[in-house]
């Protein structure tokens, strides 16, 4: 065991002591079921507003906002409306944005040097939020795919993603982005050693509250797919992540992972994907009571809108289950494309 704090939240499970399990009928367990106000009264877990992280992405132009046939509902949408959506978001009480650039072709190259550019979309996206909508904090991705020509997260030379340069040049993308007023810097390239580079640089650089949440546990996960249609990497991605990203079979590696992530500098502690994971969040909540954060990515979104549109799910109905699921396995809060939709149906309109 980890020996950082074990947690005492409220949401961590406790198993209830056998002498508190009264013979049938002293105890009915339907009693506490059978009206909405007693559901209420003894319901564990909440979710609201608070807990919602919204993922946008970014797209060169003006009035701009392009559909994405593989997330019915989500669009690309020009700084401009980026703004907007922020306002909207903000206006809803939703905490927190997260920036994903649609990167052009045209500046994607094999060395990243677009991952930098102090004035790349996603750089200029933050400052314009910052500008219009102070008081939303700004969160972003760490990772070169977006900016490489060969869509892998790092730097590759004779078909190896190499680690220590691109560690390098993931410190260079990080300062530009806590330059231009990010609050979470979203490391997700799992390289070895980022977060501690990271850190080191900013605090160097006088950002001491600009917060690192590490996607800590990132698995290479089929569940991506439709996230790399937004930001138009799949067709540049030559071969898989599984060099970098955890295997999916992996539990106990994503602990140390973990406690090395914080022992580095991270903040806060992200699980991804989400809804097939929900044991790790679990783990990692217990283990070590840190701020924990899930991501509902973008092929678990597509699955619930697909049948959803289709008409085999109830779109709502599943979307607030799965959301709760989250609260219930002991994360802090979610990144979700669902993030306005839910934050209207919190608000009851
Ligand atoms: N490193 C980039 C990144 N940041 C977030 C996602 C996925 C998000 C989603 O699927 O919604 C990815 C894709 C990947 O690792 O290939």
Redesign the pocket.
């Known amino acids: 065991m980890p020996q950082l704090a074990a947690a005492q939240e409220s949401h961590v499970s406790r198993t209830p002591q056998p002498n508190t399990i009264a013979p049938f009928p002293a105890m009915r367990l339907r009693r506490t079921k059978s009206s909405g106000a007693l559901r209420d009264l003894v319901r564990e877990n909440t979710l609201t507003v608070a807990d919602l992280i919204w ?1 946008v992405f970014v797209v060169e132009g003006e009035n701009v906002a392009q559909e994405i046939p593989s997330m019915p509902g989500v669009v690309r949408r020009s700084v401009d409306l980026v703004v907007k959506a922020a306002k909207e978001a903000r206006a809803l009480d939703i905490p927190a944005i997260c920036i994903f650039p649609y990167t052009d072709l045209a500046l994607k190259t094999e060395r990243c040097e677009e991952a930098w550019n102090p004035d790349n979309l996603s750089n200029r996206a933050i400052r314009a939020i910052k500008a219009e909508v102070p008081d939303i904090a700004v969160m972003t ?1 760490i ?1 070169l ?1 977006p900016y490489n020509a060969n869509g892998h ?1 790092g730097i590759v030379r004779n078909d190896e993603i190499v680690n220590d340069e691109t560690v390098a040049a993931l410190v260079k993308m990080a300062l530009a982005q806590a330059e231009a007023g990010a609050d979470i810097l979203g490391p ?2 799992m390289m070895d050693g980022r977060i501690g580079a990271i850190r080191t640089a900013i605090e160097a650089a006088g950002h001491h509250n600009v917060t690192i949440m590490s996607y800590t546990a990132k698995y290479a996960s089929a ?2 797919g439709p ?2 249609d937004a930001v138009g990497a799949s067709s540049a991605l030559k071969g898989d ?1 599984k060099t970098y990203q955890m295997d999916p079979a992996n539990s106990d590696e994503a602990m140390r992972l973990v406690e090395r992530d914080l022992r580095e500098g991270a903040d806060m502690i992200m699980v991804k994907p989400g809804m097939p994971y929900l044991d790790i969040c679990r783990r990692v909540k217990d283990s070590f009571g840190v701020p924990t954060f899930a ?1 509902q ?3 678990e979104y597509a699955m619930m809108m697909a049948a959803a549109q289709n008409g085999w799910l109830d779109g709502d109905k599943v979307m607030a289950e799965s959301l709760m699921a989250f609260k219930r396995a002991g994360c802090d809060g979610i990144l979700t494309y669902f993030a306005p939709r839910m934050a209207r149906i919190l608000a009851g309109n």
């Open positions: 993922p991705d990772a795919d997260d997700s390239d569940f991506y996230f790399r992540k991501y990515v973008s092929g």
